[in-house]
């Protein structure tokens, strides 16, 4: 069996297009269970709160549960569940898989596959995370879910398995920096070491993960800082190609204030002439998909005309 396809395919909720990698954070989150404990279950109620927070952080914007995973994951022949009364799942409803005592775990053939083939855990993590999420995620979601990739993929021979993933266009980071003029596209940062950037990154806005083309009219210049902050969803690109910050967003500091709050309603720095701006289409995947909350209201200090509101989607 083809354990990578089958992780690669998982079948997903689909409305318009919505993000929706409830399945692959479940999975993820059991792959670093077993890691752990290769006999262990995950019982639904203990692991709930842990779960509810992996969708909070790296879900879609919109209010959601992990019981809609833990039942249906079953369906992808990855997934088990049993109740206190015995085999199979009592449905998708938060109060059944709480009163029940459901428990769930990697389904039996997986975990003969992964104990005839310890590197085969390591290959699923890593075609899950590039499948689904945008690689400056990769390190701290494997943190989040207890999942030690570094570990896993020291036992890879051979190499990983490429079949089921897109490849990448190795000159998407030097045609951004070049069409960004080597500066960060929210803060103007440019440090180099001697002849080299430091800090400086390639973000896609709509994510490679979810079909963004390595194309000029899809990426941004920014510093290590800001694109994190981006594909996390504080930070978003408005109407007019000026920056959205979270409402959601917190800081009481000093920095916070002059990093990240600051920026609202700024305009984005670049491309250079010559260069294509980031399209609408993109721009507007990402604030329906990844930006979290809605837009902060231009303060006193900004222009009027900045962020537009976030287009309304019914949950």
């Known amino acids: 069996m083809d354990w990578l396809d089958r992780v690669a395919r998982l079948r997903r909720w689909t409305k318009r297009g919505e993000r929706a990698p409830h399945k692959p954070l479940l999975l993820l989150y059991a792959l670093g269970g077993y890691q752990r404990d290769a006999e262990g279950e995950l019982r639904y109620s203990a692991v709930e709160e842990e779960l509810k927070q992996l969708l909070a952080e790296y879900g879609p914007p919109r209010p959601t549960t992990p019981a809609y995973p833990f039942h249906h994951l079953v369906g992808d022949g990855v997934w088990e569940v049993r109740t206190d009364r015995g085999p199979g799942s009592p449905g998708s409803g938060i109060g059944v898989l709480r009163s029940s005592g459901a428990t769930g775990r990697l389904a039996p053939a997986l975990r003969e596959s992964l104990a005839e083939d310890p590197a085969l855990l390591g290959r ?184 537009s509101r976030r287009a309304s989607s019914t949950t």
């Open 124 to 307: 699923m993590a890593r075609v899950l995370l590039d499948v689904n999420f945008p690689s400056s995620l990769h390190a701290e979601l494997c943190e989040a879910v207890g999942l030690d990739l570094e570990r896993a993929e020291t036992v890879l021979a051979g190499g990983a398995d490429t079949a089921v993933r897109r490849q990448r266009d190795r000159r998407m980071r030097e045609l951004i920096l070049t069409a960004y003029e080597f500066q960060c596209a929210f803060c103007g940062y440019d440090g180099a070491l001697g002849a080299s950037t430091v800090g400086l990154e390639a973000a896609h806005v709509r994510w490679w993960s979810h079909e963004g083309p390595d194309e000029v009219d899809n990426g941004l210049c920014l510093c290590s800082l800001h694109h994190k902050l981006f594909d996390k969803g504080v930070l978003g690109l408005g109407e007019g190609h000026r920056i959205l910050v979270s409402d959601r967003f917190v800081g009481r500091s000093e920095a916070s204030r002059r990093h990240v709050l600051a920026l609202n309603g700024r305009a984005v720095i670049g491309p250079r002439p010559g260069r294509p701006p980031v399209a609408d289409r993109h721009r507007e995947w990402h604030v329906q998909q990844v930006f979290h909350g809605e837009p902060r209201q231009p303060s006193d200090s900004t222009p009027s005309c900045v962020a």
